[in-house]
């Protein structure tokens, strides 16, 4: 029986035409080089790695930061004119007496801080002892606290932090914590190596049960593990050169993992199965052609789409955010690589024998027909093809209410607070942010990061004095800080006497020259002012890094500065609003990259006008609900208990952003595959309604395989112990469950149904044009001609 277009079988289905094009030619060649290629391609991993091992960076902690914002000419002034140490560790003691000033007290502190003073990163040792101000001393006077500060920088003191800490001495019946943030940074990427090794210990083994579900076969289920084991090292080596050209951020590293496992599986597992089912009417050359030349193709589209949507992020000015983009691109680089090189080449030497070692499971475990003659009676049949003929008798039926309930799905997101995710409740739940939290309950001005306002007189010299002109210049503004909002709680200043000393008296030695005074009030008074700078210090009841807390800068930013001043303000609220400023700007062009670009690719992809939109609706529609997903659960809190974290009632302002360059791409992960074979159906048969049943009955197995694969992965990450990355964990999992059930078997032969010929439409020029371009293949027969 002919396998032409317009002769089916006898059984029914009609065979595709025979792709051309830039992808079957690259199949030839993957199969003339059949022997080299996984040579070459082991070589690149063992390469790449030993270059990454003798000259590879250190991944960044921060990365939040906008340089040239206000909040950095603020902390550079502070830094510059207060000749500030770089960072610090805490160490809080709890006297079981409750009197942590006592002389006593404080030689034990000394004491057990004997070695710490002895090393080389630290400048100095502030105590209670040495320097009794408030801020040392907790409300009850019970606890104390001691600032170690180091010579190095936040990120270059990571490394110190676990020493620093062994050599402070735990005395005996004390309470201690050890805490700041180089501490908490380094218990940080204690937890993200331990949850990255658990999200792997996880994911993987539920892969290859999945994967033997599908295949039914030891030797084609591990052919994509494989893959995973030569992209995903390679993305690391990369990685970690690219961070000693460019800031790379530690969570660049979860990123890249849960992107790599899941499109290295899924593309192997699209790529194999296609050559297993090639191979039951072909010999291994052409059915390696075939499959290059239609599932390659895909794939290649597919991981464009997702590299596209990553790139948006290089955008941002924040480098935590390029950085993840970075890693991403070179993520999905690298399973594509890999994917369209070295997975032909061993699926052309395995040949007939990528059937071997069969896996006896009963039938209803099984995600698709392994009995050649059963798969050919049942393609473009079963569950989801019986789903979609249904849709198609009613569209509009199911589709309304199915948006509907999407969209109200989504509607939490419309009440999301954003922040940078450096709110105490957003840190880790580590040793050290217990530190932070006992600082924050008990310390004078530790339960808030306050508003840090620089107050400055270009050109002047106080040497340590202040005038009575320049004292109230001072207190008029901090008079109108106080006022400015009624959540304004305190504001700290150099007119803020010490302890014991009456405030006239503080003032008037505050105007007389340095020299003349008390050296305990001159190193008192040099905290607050020096050279041509004084400090200010708000409080209030916001949350620092909140909405109202960068309300509250911009409020302060607008009071007119005392005359012949200039005014910066710095800390975690100012810093929150210049980030949040920044990636505001960014977010409309990022988006509208993502979506032109990823339209402009379906285009070259389908030759369809039509196609596209539908496909950035669809993708909107999915993305809109895991986002009202991720409002309703980490930010209100809601499962909070079930799925173990704390909220801070805001949602990091990259999660969003990063779930939607990922998932925006991930979208046409399934869809372009899914499309590709609709179409493939409709060239050889003309049917619009018929090749949308059996395109979504032919790839209903794979793409469920698929979609189970990617949420194993992203559900292990949800079970991190960082809320970050549960949060991206958990939604993206459900979003990949929406776009592969509800999206694909419902909304797509709904629409598609609805469109009916138009679906395929373009100008005939336009797609003879495109067609040249080898990506898209103007079919033969009436199909094309029927849809223009």
Known sequence: MSNSPTSPPSNGHVRELHPTGIFAAVGRFDYRFRRWLPIIGLAIVIGTNVWAATSGGTLIQGGWVIDGSEEQRAAAIIADRFKSEATT???????????????????????????VADDPAVTKIQTYASTPVPALLSEDGATTMAVVYLAKGVEDAVTDAGRLADEVEHPSGVTMW??????????????????????????????LLILLAVFGTVVGAALPLV????????????????????EMSIFVTN?????????????????????????????VEIALERMMGSVGKAV????????????????????????????????????????????????????PRVNRLRVPLPRFLRLMEDNPDAADRRQGRGIWAWIAARVMRRPFLVSIPVLAVLLVAGSPFLGIQLSTGQNLADLPPVPSRIGFEVIAKEFPGGESDPIAVVLTWPGEDFAGSLSTEQQAQVEAYQGAVL??????????????????????????????????????????????????????RVFSDYVPDSDDGRALVGRIRAIPPPEGTEVLTGGLPSRSADFLASFD???????????????????????????????????????????????????DGHLSGLLGFETSHTIGAWQPIIMFAILFGLSMDYEVLLLSRIRERYLATGDNTRAVAEGIGITGGMITGAALIMVAV??????????????????????????ATIVRGLLVPAFMRIMGRANWWAPAWLQRAVARLGLYEVGSGGAEAAAR
């Open 89 to 115: 560790m805490l160490v809080v003691y709890r006297d079981a007496d409750g009197d942590a000033a006592s002389p006593e007290f404080q030689a034990t502190i000394e004491a057990s801080l004997a070695w």
């Open 178 to 207: 050890i805490t700041g943030i180089p501490q908490v940074y380094h218990e940080f990427n204690a937890k993200i190596e331990r949850d990255l090794f658990q999200a792997e210990a996880i994911s993987l083994p539920i892969a």
């Open 227 to 246: 893959i995973a084991g030569f992209a995903m090292p390679t993305a690391f080596a990369v990685i970690s050169l690219l961070a000693n050209v460019t």
């Open 255 to 283: 990123i890249a993992t849960m992107i790599g496992l899941a499109l290295a599986i899924d593309y192997s597992l699209f790529m194999v199965s296609r050559f297993r089912e090639e191979l039951r009417h072909h010999d």
């Open 300 to 351: 290649a589209v597919s991981g464009i789409a997702v590299a596209v949507g990553l790139s948006s992020l290089v955008i941002f000015d924040a480098a935590a955010l390029r950085s993840m983009g970075l890693g991403g691109i070179v993520t999905v680089l690298s399973t594509l690589i890999f994917g369209l090189t070295v997975l032909p080449a061993l699926l052309a030497l395995l040949g």
């Open 483 to 536: 006022a400015v909002d009624p959540k304004v709680t305190s504001v700290e200043s150099v007119l803020t006497p010490p302890p014991g000393m009456a405030a006239d008296q503080y003032l008037g030695l505050l105007a007389t020259p340095a020299a003349d005074r008390p050296a305990a009030l001159n190193e008192y008074v040099a905290d607050w002012l020096a050279v041509d700078t004084t400090k200010l």
């Open 585 to 635: 700007a960014s977010v409309p062009i990022a988006i509208l990259i993502v979506v032109l670009v990823t339209s402009a690719v379906r285009f070259l992809t389908f030759g369809s006008v039509v196609l596209p939109v539908k496909a950035v609706l669809m993708s909107m529609i999915s993305v809109t609900a895991s986002f009202g997903a991720l409002v309703w659960i980490f930010q």
């Open 714 to 739: 992203f559900a292990a990450f949800g079970m991190s112990s960082i809320t970050s990355i549960k949060a991206l964990g958990v939604t993206m999992s459900l979003a990949v469950l929406i776009d």
